[in-house]
C-alpha cells in the first residue's frame, strides 16, 4: 500500500494549508507534483485566477506574471483513458489545471472552493487539503479583475511564499 504524502502551502497574509496527496489517483500527476515541490517551483508564484464559489488556480506566473513553466504530464483522469482517478471534484480537492489539451498539465493547479461535479472525470484530482481550508475561503474573497488577457486576477497578488513536503 502506498503512503499518501502530506505538502504544506504557505501563502503570504493568509496563512497555510495542509493537503494530503492521492498517488494511488494519480500517481505520475504525485510524482511531478512532489518534483515540483523539491525543486522550490513553487516560491513567488501566484494564485492568478480566483473565482469565489468555485475555485483558486496557481503554479503558473510569478508576482509579475512571468510565466513559470515546467513539461507536460499526460492526463490522469478518466475522460483521457485513466479510470481509476475517480476523485471527485469537491470543496478542498486539489487538481491539475490544462489548456484543451488533455495531456497539457505541467505546474498549474487548482484547489476547489465549492464543488464542481461537472468536472469529475475531465480533469486529474490527485489531492485533498486536510487542514486550513478557510485560507482557500479568505483567497476566494479576494476582489479581483482583469489583466492583460486574464480574468479573475487578484487585484492584490496572493503569493505562494513556499510549498513543502511534510510527510512521504
Do not use: C
Not at 44 to 67: K, L, N, P, T, W
Not at 125 to 144: L, N, S
Request: hydrophobic share 40%; aromatic share 10%; glycine share 10%.
Amino acid at each position: 500500500m502506498m503512503n499518501n504524502p502530506k505538502i504544506k502551502i504557505t501563502v503570504r497574509d493568509y496563512g497555510e494549508m495542509t493537503a494530503e496527496l492521492y498517488p494511488d489517483k494519480a500517481p505520475k500527476t504525485v510524482e511531478n507534483f512532489l518534483g515540483l515541490i523539491e525543486s522550490g517551483f513553487f516560491s513567488g508564484v501566484i494564485f492568478h485566477r480566483v473565482i469565489s464559489g468555485f475555485m483558486i488556480q496557481g503554479g503558473g506566473y510569478d508576482e509579475s506574471f512571468a510565466d513559470k513553466d515546467a513539461p507536460s504530464i499526460k492526463g490522469e483522469f478518466a475522460a483521457n483513458g485513466f479510470p481509476q482517478n475517480d476523485l471527485k471534484h469537491t470543496r478542498g480537492v486539489l487538481s491539475m489545471a490544462r489548456t484543451q489539451d488533455p495531456n497539457s498539465a505541467s505546474s498549474q493547479f487548482f484547489i476547489m472552493h465549492q464543488n464542481a461535479p461537472y468536472l469529475d472525470r475531465q480533469y486529474a484530482g490527485f489531492g485533498m487539503v486536510t487542514e486550513g481550508i478557510e485560507v482557500v475561503d479568505k483567497i476566494a474573497a479576494v476582489p479581483t479583475g482583469r489583466m492583460g488577457w486574464f480574468d479573475d486576477v487578484p487585484r492584490t497578488p496572493v503569493v505562494i511564499e513556499k510549498m513543502e513536503i511534510i510527510e512521504e
